[in-house]
């Protein structure tokens, strides 16, 4: 029906705002250094990252394509940019999800599953390495933590 699309949409919006927040406070950040408590803004992004994160762990799997009605096929752009939607939220959650485990805004314990499962993407490289540079980080900082979720990660990359 047509519920989907509009649900897609406002993922897909959510998303964007959430992405573009990030960016917006990611180039602040880098242009001054925090010392001690992070200042409101920042605090406020992250409440904002936390409230979207299970939306987010959802989008890393995303296979959808453009929402359009288009159904005509003598323009190969559109085919290829229908196929990159997904890529591209994907991509933007795994970026998203990566910060969240850097700011220690969300639990490894529980995110090591979906970073497992991504080691599986087979349609972007740069998915693949930030789920292994993710993996290496937090295996080194919490090394029983990936033994005990690494079977679910496995089981998630075939569903």
Do not use: W
Request: hydrophobic letters at 35%; proline letters at 3%; zero cysteines.
């Amino acid at each position: 029906g047509g519920g989907g699309g509009v649900k897609f949409l406002n993922e897909k919006n959510a998303l964007s705002i959430v992405s573009k927040d990030y960016e917006a406070e990611t180039n602040k950040m880098s242009n001054k250094q925090v010392q001690g408590d992070q200042d409101s803004e920042s605090s406020v992004v992250g409440g904002v990252l936390q409230g979207y994160y299970q939306n987010i762990l959802l989008l890393l799997f995303d296979s959808s394509t453009s929402p359009s009605s288009n159904t005509t096929s003598n323009t190969t752009s559109s085919s290829s940019s229908n196929h990159n939607i997904g890529l591209l939220i994907r991509q933007a959650s795994s970026k998203l999800l990566s910060v969240l485990l850097r700011q220690g805004l969300v639990n490894p314990l529980e995110v090591l599953p979906y970073v497992v499962a991504l080691l599986g993407e087979i349609t972007s490289n740069e998915i693949r390495s930030n789920a292994l540079k993710i993996l290496l980080i937090e295996d080194e900082k919490y090394p029983d933590f990936l033994k005990t979720r690494m079977l679910e990660g496995i089981a998630l990359a075939y569903t």
